[in-house]
């Protein structure tokens, strides 16, 4: 079964400063995607980023990157010039690549980081 | 486009009762999920299904029940409530998992205590 291992349970950051959480996780297949979920105090979950393991390129959106080590199974999140809007509990989450079966498109979440982001 | 839209936002329950958590998407994506976030903790499926009549249990599913009988409604029910199963309950629509820009839409949440 797949696990999504996040280590640190809260962050916190200087605003317009840079901050990067942690996320691991454990896989037998060789195709998935990786996501970044962004949950604020309003408990909406929202999309922060996606990463295709086939893909070598470390996804970027804006300020928010990832660094992808696929052999190390490792999926960290940056975020530059930090807003007091980026504070929120992030969560990483995966999924598999092949959606027949018993996949169904199901997301295996981490625990969370609550990132603080102090002005 | 209202999204995926769930009610009620909040409820409290004594143990034993039984209710219904409504859902309903309009973007007419076949996928529908249902997941429970407990205090500090990331989501965990409870149940979902792949399009209208077709349904299956996720990791967590006892104490639950799901039906699906139209492509936007996925109400989950609860029954004889218990303490266990106070949490946070979210549930999300997607198109295909096949597609490369899979992305699941997730409601707002409600939160319910059993006391």
């Known amino acids: 079964a797949q696990t999504v291992t996040q280590s640190q349970p809260e962050m916190s950051v200087q605003e317009a400063e840079t901050v990067t959480l942690s996320c691991t996780y454990d896989?037998?297949?060789?195709?998935?995607?990786l996501f970044w979920y962004k949950q604020p105090p309003s408990r909406q979950m929202i999309l922060v980023i996606r990463?295709?393991?086939?893909?070598?390129q470390n996804a970027t959106e804006n300020r928010f990157s990832v660094n992808f080590q696929k052999a190390a199974k490792s999926f960290s999140l940056k975020i530059s010039d930090s807003q007091l809007g980026d504070a929120a509990m992030y969560f990483c989450?995966?999924?598999?690549?092949?959606?027949?079966?018993?996949?169904?498109?199901?997301?295996?979440f981490g625990q969370g980081t609550i990132l603080t982001v102090h002005p | 486009n209202a999204g995926v839209t769930q009610t009620p936002k909040f409820r409290i329950l004594k143990i034993g009762q039984s209710m219904t958590l409504q859902c309903t998407q309009d973007?007419?994506?076949?996928?529908m999920y249902w997941y429970r976030q407990d205090p500090g903790m990331g989501l965990k499926l409870i149940y979902y299904?792949?399009?209208?009549?077709?349904?299956d249990k996720g990791e967590v599913p006892n104490g639950y029940n799901v039906s699906r009988s139209t492509t936007e409604d996925f109400p989950l029910r609860l029954e004889l409530a218990a303490p266990s199963q106070t949490s946070v309950y979210f549930c999300?629509?997607?198109?295909?998992?096949?597609?490369?820009?899979?992305?699941?839409?997730f409601g707002p949440g409600t939160r319910l205590t059993v006391t």
């Open positions: 999300a629509s997607s198109y295909s998992p096949a597609l490369a820009d899979y992305e699941q839409y």
């Open positions: 989450a995966y999924r598999m690549a092949n959606a027949g079966g018993t996949s169904y498109g199901k997301l295996t």
């Open positions: 973007m007419n994506h076949n996928y």
């Open positions: 299904s792949v399009g209208a009549g077709i349904t």
């Open positions: 896989t037998s297949e060789s195709d998935y995607y």
């Open positions: 990463q295709e393991a086939y893909k070598q």
